[in-house]
């Protein structure tokens, strides 16, 4: 299945090519960069059950930094990438270290708090655009290679996505991702073991908040646009949707509910206004009867 | 002190209307232990009618109780269809099924009313001005503060005196031994979600004249309507309380102070640059602040 994906991933291009639809290449872009953060959200929301409703705040502010590097002039994406990076590992340790004292429904309401004040810090920063977003005067540049070619950049965005992919199934499989899968089951037996609970969960939680913010410079780079529409409460609902349309759980399957809500958008969106009654009514029946989304589709029922 | 007074007022107002959205959210969460992200639909469905009605020369008191009845109605259906099979699922499903009614009333509200913003009068007797020691009130205002006041003292003597207020409670705490005894729960779940609905159903339409009635004020007031019950505690009415009128008051007073207090001490520019966003963080850091010191509210419910 995972070759499966990849050979998807690599044959966009190529088929673009070949008919001559360059759209195709940007629409892929987008599915890529929503995976990456789908899939840092699954990491913790999946394996650690920590239900974060305010990831798109990791995913902003990496875009905000890249962009307003890039606006000042420093375009090196050796630098605009990893401080994309390094400022949303910030935040995610602030948030993490604070909302990790509370569980359940108190995280879930916890991060959409701290979400909403990188919202509204983003709509009050008038000196960044304020409401009207922030216009990024180019892409990031790398040596030796053009990343203002779409599919390049396509590319980039995609070894990104299948490095993280690995790098993350590793994780959850070696021993520090069997304490966090072990606390999401039983916090009180991994204490009991021995283990310090609550510093594996903050680690996890800043790994997720750092990709996202890695795929925020991504979209700044894409787009060439960030805006505090990328912080707002309903797109952190989308990453959940993303999750748990893919399946929930399985790292890859972010991938798959990133193409399939960005598919569902411009499939319906061609014939009928009202798409989004569709998406609550697909939502609530994968939700009520297909509970480990597409990946379970795919994978069978091994996993159960 | 002019401002003082007025400010306290407005906050007053909005926290008595909150507390009757945040009543609803919290009676279901103390009760069938389900996130209903869809409660400010039913806000939403109560202004639309109520603005509907009095557009065709219903006379107000009648908009309000058909916008009220409206709510009911519709949170007893989406109760039957759709959260009755969220109880005893996880938070995560609740919110993804809740948030697919989200997309599904917001795009059934554009089909029925389009996408154009109502707009509802104050009735003529009730558009005046009333002299409070040194300032002029709005008298629509006042009789908001006196129709949330009244029932809230309504709803806590419904809660603490009535039979169904005991059911209702005793559900709370000891769901399986009420049911042992013979109390048919189907149905008790599904008159507290429809009372739920009715009290935002209710505090929609009268709040339909000072608002723009449109697609998404449901969202808006129910991010809020969380903070206060998040800080309140989760299932509890006095919280809810509490918390409603703590957020209407510093919300209120925060935006109309803390740019000033900021004017005292930076340059104008800078004060109102951050003042803005300042104001509009005030709430959720409260919630933050709250949830630090007391990771359950301020008044936890035993039960969960």
């Known amino acids: 299945m995972y070759l499966a994906t990849l050979l998807v991933l690599v044959a966009i291009p190529i088929?673009?090519?070949?008919?001559?639809?360059?759209?195709?290449?940007?629409?892929?872009?987008?599915?890529?960069?929503?995976?990456?953060?789908?899939?840092?959200?699954?990491?913790?929301?999946?394996?650690?059950?920590?239900?974060?409703?305010?990831?798109?705040?990791?995913?902003?502010?990496?875009?905000?930094?890249?962009?307003?590097?890039?606006?000042?002039?420093?375009?090196?994406?050796?630098?605009?990438?990893?401080?994309?990076?390094?400022?949303?590992?910030?935040?995610?340790?602030?948030?993490?270290?604070?909302?990790?004292?509370?569980?359940?429904?108190?995280?879930?309401?916890?991060?959409?708090?701290?979400?909403?004040?990188?919202?509204?810090?983003?709509?009050?920063?008038?000196m960044f655009g304020g409401t009207d977003g922030l216009p990024v005067p180019a892409r990031s540049t790398l040596p030796l290679i053009d990343l203002r070619d779409a599919t390049v950049f396509y590319i980039v965005c995609t070894v990104v996505l299948v490095a993280f992919f690995v790098i993350a199934s590793r994780l959850v499989e070696s021993r520090f991702g069997m304490v966090v899968r072990g606390a999401a089951e039983s916090e009180r037996r991994m204490t009991a073991l021995g283990f310090p609970v609550a510093r594996y969960r903050l680690v996890a939680f800043v790994i997720a908040g750092a990709v996202a913010g890695l795929a925020g410079a991504l979209w700044a780079d894409f787009s060439r646009f960030v805006s505090p529409d990328m912080a707002s409460w309903t797109r952190s609902g989308e990453f959940l949707v993303m999750v748990i349309l893919g399946g929930i759980g399985s790292l890859a399957g972010g991938l798959y509910g990133a193409a399939v809500l960005t598919g569902f958008e411009s499939l319906f969106s061609g014939f009928t206004e009202h798409w989004m009654l569709v998406l609550g009514i697909v939502l609530i029946l994968i939700v009520l009867f297909a509970k480990r989304g597409i990946y379970g589709v795919l994978a069978g029922r091994r996993h159960d | 002190m002019t401002l003082a007074l007025e400010q306290t007022l407005n906050g007053l107002q909005f926290g008595v209307m909150l507390f009757l959205l945040a009543a609803g959210l919290t009676l279901v969460f103390g009760i069938m232990g389900v996130i209903n992200l869809a409660h400010g639909s039913m806000y939403m469905i109560g202004a639309y009618v109520a603005a509907t009605s009095a557009e065709h020369g219903a006379p107000f008191a009648v908009a309000v109780l058909a916008g009220a009845a409206a709510a009911a109605v519709a949170g007893a259906v989406v109760e039957a269809v759709v959260v009755r099979r969220l109880y005893g699922r996880n938070h995560l499903d609740q919110v993804l099924a809740t948030f697919g009614l989200i997309l599904i009333a917001n795009d059934g509200v554009s089909i029925v009313w389009g996408r154009t913003p109502l707009e509802m009068k104050i009735p003529d007797a009730l558009a005046g001005a009333v002299p409070i020691f040194d300032i002029s009130y709005p008298v629509y205002r006042l009789l908001l503060i006196a129709c949330g006041v009244a029932l809230a003292v309504a709803l806590a003597f419904f809660v603490a005196r009535t039979r169904l207020g005991a059911l209702i409670r005793a559900g709370a705490t000891h769901r399986e031994l009420v049911g042992a005894l013979g109390v048919n729960i189907v149905q008790l779940n599904t008159i507290v979600f429809a009372l739920g609905a009715l009290l935002a159903g209710v505090a929609g339409a009268l709040l339909a004249p000072i608002l723009s009635v449109q697609i998404g004020m449901g969202e808006q007031v129910l991010i809020m309507t969380f903070v206060a019950i998040v800080i309140g505690g989760l299932g509890s009415i006095r919280g809810a309380f509490v918390g409603a009128l703590a957020i209407g008051l510093v919300d209120t007073l925060g935006r109309a102070y803390i740019p000033v207090l900021l004017r005292a001490v930076t340059t104008p520019d800078l004060a109102d640059t951050l003042g803005g966003g300042l104001s509009a963080i005030a709430i959720y850091v409260l919630m933050a602040v709250v949830l630090i010191w007391k990771p359950r509210g301020l008044f936890p419910v035993s039960s969960r």
């Open chain 1, 15 to 126: 088929l673009a090519a070949i008919f001559g639809q360059p759209f195709w290449v940007n629409a892929a872009t987008r599915i890529v960069i929503y995976g990456i953060v789908a899939m840092s959200l699954d990491l913790i929301v999946g394996y650690g059950a920590m239900v974060s409703f305010g990831h798109a705040a990791f995913f902003a502010l990496g875009g905000y930094v890249a962009g307003i590097l890039l606006t000042n002039g420093i375009d090196s994406a050796f630098v605009t990438w990893p401080a994309a990076m390094l400022a949303a590992a910030l935040l995610a340790a602030g948030v993490g270290a604070l909302s990790l004292r509370t569980s359940g429904v108190y995280f879930i309401m916890i991060t959409l708090a701290f979400g909403q004040m990188v919202y509204y810090a983003s709509v009050g920063l008038k």
